[in-house]
Nanobody, 118 residues
Framework: QVQLVESGGGLVEPGGSLTLSCVAS????????VGWYRQVPGKQREMVASITRDGSINVGDFVEGRFTISRANSQNTVYLQMNSLRPEDTGVYYC????????????WGQGIEVTVSS
C-alpha cells in the first residue's frame, strides 16, 4: 500500500536547474522524515537532503548551498530544487521516508535518473 513516486528527472545542461518531486501514499506523511538520496558513479549511496516532520533540514556536504528541500504535507509531497547542476551530480535519485527506529519504517521510491551533460 505504501508508495513513493518520484518525478521530474531528466537531462539538463551543466549550470542548469531541475526540480524533483516525490508523492507519498499509504502513510501518514506528516509523521515522517523525508528526503532524497542518490547513487552516483564512484560513490556509495549518499544523502542529498532530508527534512524532518518539524522542518529541520540536513544536507550532504556536496550540496554547497545549491539544493533546497521542502515538503508540502497537504500534498504528501517532498521536493528537491536543484540549481547550478554539475556533471558529477549525475546519478539515480531516490525518495525516502523514515520514521523512528522504534516504529521501524523505512520506505523507498524506485529512483529517478538525473543526467547533467552537454
Amino acid at each position: 500500500q505504501v508508495q513513493l513516486v518520484e518525478s521530474g528527472g531528466g537531462l539538463v545542461e551543466p549550470g542548469g536547474s531541475l526540480t524533483l518531486s516525490c508523492v507519498a501514499s499509504g502513510m501518514v506523511f506528516s509523521r515522517y522524515t523525508v528526503g532524497w538520496y542518490r547513487q552516483v558513479p564512484g560513490k556509495q549511496r549518499e544523502m542529498v537532503a532530508s527534512i524532518t516532520r518539524d522542518g529541520s533540514i540536513n544536507v550532504g556536504d556536496f550540496v554547497e548551498g545549491r539544493f533546497t528541500i521542502s515538503r508540502a504535507n497537504s500534498q504528501n509531497t517532498v521536493y528537491l530544487q536543484m540549481n547550478s547542476l554539475r556533471p558529477e551530480d549525475t546519478g539515480v535519485y531516490y525518495c525516502n521516508a523514515y520514521q523512528s527506529p522504534l516504529v521501524g519504517t523505512d520506505y523507498w521510491g524506485q529512483g529517478i535518473e538525473v543526467t547533467v551533460s552537454s
